[in-house]
């Protein structure tokens, strides 16, 4: 089956209160979803909505994420592996900020055939 997800997060302040959304749509299907915390930063609210649109599909699909998060989509396309490599420490050895939702996100998409599209955020 293919999904396209389009996610979006962000908070007042950061940290601050903060809230996330995804749309996911396949075929004339279209489903969407959204939360939020009193305290959180931009970074979480944005892997937020990704780790629960993937996390509300019921079977393994291909996924074409859109997303203004180059955070998220490097996190899980180019650094991910490096870090768990080194014992969740980034490459000039610091402990790599959120590690639960890192790990949350994985598992959320190990399942699933993932695209990256990361769209311009803030421009119209």
Do not use: F
């Not at 903060?18 to 749309?23: H, I, K, P, Q």
């Not at 305290?39 to 291909?62: Q, Y």
């Not at 991910?80 to 998409?109: F, I």
Request: with cysteine; charged share 25%.
């Amino acid at each position: 089956m293919m999904i396209v997800m389009y996610t979006d997060g962000a908070c007042s302040g950061n940290p601050g209160p903060g809230g996330w959304g995804t749309v996911l749509m396949s075929g004339k299907h279209r489903k969407e979803l959204y939360g939020g915390e009193r305290d959180t930063t931009n970074n979480r609210m944005e892997m937020m909505a990704v780790i629960c649109g993937a996390e509300a599909l019921k079977h393994g699909s291909r996924i074409d994420i859109h997303t203004d998060s180059k955070y998220v989509m490097q996190g899980m396309t180019e650094w991910l592996e490096g870090w768990k490599e080194r014992g969740w420490r980034t490459a000039s050895k610091q402990a790599v900020k959120n590690v639960d939702l890192w790990q949350r996100l994985e598992q959320a998409l190990d399942r699933h055939e993932v695209n990256w599209y990361w769209v311009k955020g803030h421009s119209g």
